[in-house]
């Protein structure tokens, strides 16, 4: 055998050898215990690889490269939020990032919030700033108004934040259900349902005080509904001190139903979906007055002499109570 054959032998001994080597290491698992990393949108393999290696998902970046390499994936790793945890190859945390198994965060918006204060949820949640969150609004909704165009519900969504897509969801989601109702006017219908779902968080009752509201309007009556009021109140001075006086009802603002016919400018707040659709589904019902009852609905009524029926069934139920609430903190005093 001349040297040079020996020579080939030799080599292709050392590629062999060095092929399994690499094949061992690529697949060979490590425990991991959790890890949490967040891949940023654009970021390269080299710096993805060293940010593994760093929190000690893998043992070498220059492996996970070569592996991202010959598998041809290094431009097809997701952006995201990755829990890595368990025993994992370098393939198997290759796999992950390719697949995009990111980690999915829920954030639950309540129905009849004001969009600043919804803004400010999102913010607390997501650890963005409440500025962010109020430019990417203005970007998408550009000079429109802004209450009442977010539809409340609970939305998933994965690191790094991306508020404007966020928010894009939630202006998507009210959109596709108006598009079922097809009304008139949108705008419109926002400021119904805006109202209804400050009046009641009953959806039994929501097609009867949404009858109310169109009957009011079609007989030229002013609504006089307070939440109007307390809106009005908030948009002149930035805070409401939660207890709406006689003052209030007769102090003028655009949204003041008291003192103007027809509806406030704007909507009072980021109706949900029952309080939308019972806006454009009105029940076949001729109430046009409402009172609280005690049981945290409402008493509803067509004629003024009902109306005042309630009205004075209610003032004795709240002086019934509020007697009994004065007895108890007498009695807890004492302990």
């Known amino acids: 055998m001349n040297n040079w054959l020996k020579i080939f032998l030799l080599l292709g001994a050392l590629l062999l050898g060095g092929m399994a080597w690499m094949w061992q290491q690529l697949y060979a698992k490590s425990p991991v215990s959790e890890v949490s990393l967040v891949v940023s949108s654009g970021a390269s393999s080299h710096r993805i690889a060293n940010s593994l290696q760093k929190q000690g998902v893998i043992d070498s970046a220059w492996l996970f490269r070569l592996a991202a390499r010959l598998a041809g994936t290094a431009t097809q790793i997701k952006a995201g939020e990755y829990v890595f945890s368990g025993e994992m190859s370098v393939v198997d945390v290759l796999d992950k990032l390719v697949a995009g198994d990111v980690v999915l965060h829920h954030v639950t918006v309540p129905e009849g919030l004001r969009t600043q204060e919804i803004l400010q949820i999102l913010a607390n949640h997501t650890g963005d700033s409440l500025a962010d969150w109020q430019s990417a609004l203005k970007l998408i909704l550009k000079n429109d108004e802004q209450e009442g165009r977010l539809l409340p519900e609970t939305y998933t969504y994965s690191k790094p934040i991306r508020p404007k897509e966020i928010l894009m969801s939630m202006v998507q989601a009210q959109k596709k259900i ?71 009802l007769k102090t003028d603002t655009p949204w003041n139903t008291y003192t103007r016919k027809g509806l406030p400018p704007t909507p009072i707040c980021n109706p949900g979906a029952a309080s939308l659709r019972a806006a454009a589904n009105p029940a076949d019902v001729s109430y046009v007055y409402f009172v609280a009852d005690g049981s945290g609905g409402h008493a509803f009524a067509s004629t003024l002499a009902e109306h005042q029926a309630n009205v004075k069934k209610w003032v004795k139920l709240e002086r019934k109570m509020n007697r009994k609430q004065s007895v108890e903190q007498k009695i807890n005093e004492r302990l």
Request: proline content about 4%; glycine content about 6%; overall charge positive.
């Open 178 to 248: 108006l598009k079922e109702m097809k009304p008139e006017s949108v705008q419109r219908l926002r400021i119904i349902a805006s109202i209804i779902e400050k009046e009641t968080s009953l959806d039994k009752e929501r097609p009867l005080v949404s009858a109310a509201i169109h009957n009011r309007l079609r007989l030229g009556m002013r609504l006089q509904m307070d939440p109007t009021v307390i809106y009005g109140i908030w948009k002149r001075d930035g805070v409401f001190s939660g207890n709406i006086q006689r003052k209030d």
